[in-house]
């Protein structure tokens, strides 16, 4: 069965510092990975995807991952994070191409707090 | 605003009592997914249908859990005999069946059950 781990349940990072947010899954096949972002009365933000081709994927926001199948991980990552960004970050595995599923199989999150 | 839509927001009910919940996708997506989200956890994915047709069930979704999209378009989420363990936030997503790999997500009803 798939399953993603997001070691970090909270991370405090200041403005303007570099962010990077861990995420390692479990999947038998070729991956499709995620990362949507979730803030307090908003839905589920999708961030970027990957299933295939380059390995680091550019997403929305100034956000960017890296899948390293080796280390079976897609760690996102940000430059220098604005205070907007405080947030809660999942990362998530889809079961998109085998029988009929569809489902997403998500991590549980970690807290990004920033401090001015 | 023509993203995912739920209603209501927020439900406080009792024990032992039946709630609705409603779900309204962007009009051109043919799939809609439920997926139930604990307080600390991530979402769970719950059921998804094509169309109107139930296409798969999660062990999560126990008999009191009912999933209807009579029409291919709108859904609803009914629990039956509500107890404290099924109080969460409930997420409802849809997507295009060509693209499942962008499900867009609604804001959610938040259940609390005395």
């Known amino acids: 069965a798939q399953s993603v781990t997001q070691p970090d349940i909270h991370i405090t990072v200041s403005e303007g510092a570099s962010l990077e947010l861990r995420c390692n899954y479990s999947?038998?096949?070729?991956?499709?990975l995620f990362w949507y972002v979730q803030s307090p009365g908003q839905g589920l933000q999708l961030l970027l995807k990957?299933?295939?081709?380059?390995?680091l994927v550019q997403g929305i926001k100034g956000f960017e991952a890296e899948f390293k199948r080796s280390q079976s991980s897609f760690n996102l990552r940000k430059p220098s994070v604005h205070w907007s960004d405080a947030a809660e970050y999942f990362c998530?595995?889809?079961?998109?191409?085998?029988?009929?599923?569809?489902?997403?199989?998500f991590g549980t999150g970690t807290r990004l707090q920033v401090t001015l | 605003d023509t993203g995912v839509s739920q209603n209501p927001r927020h439900k406080i009910t009792k024990r032992g009592q039946n709630v609705t919940f409603r779900c309204d996708p962007i009009?051109?997506?043919?799939?809609l997914y439920w997926y139930r989200q604990t307080l600390g956890q991530g979402p769970e994915f719950l059921t998804y249908?094509?169309?109107?047709?139930?296409?798969?069930k999660s062990r999560l979704l126990s008999d009191r859990f009912s999933a209807e999209r009579p029409k291919g378009s709108f859904s609803t989420l009914e629990i039956q005999r509500t107890e404290q363990g099924d109080s969460a936030m409930y997420l409802c997503a849809s997507s295009l069946a060509d693209r499942r790999d962008e499900q867009f997500f609604g804001p959610g009803t938040r259940l609390t059950v005395l």
């Open positions: 998530a595995v889809g079961d998109l191409y085998t029988g009929t599923a569809s489902k997403l199989t």
């Open positions: 009009s051109e997506h043919n799939r």
């Open positions: 990957y299933f295939s081709g380059d390995t």
């Open positions: 999947y038998g096949a070729t991956p499709y």
């Open positions: 249908f094509q169309n109107e047709a139930q296409l798969e």
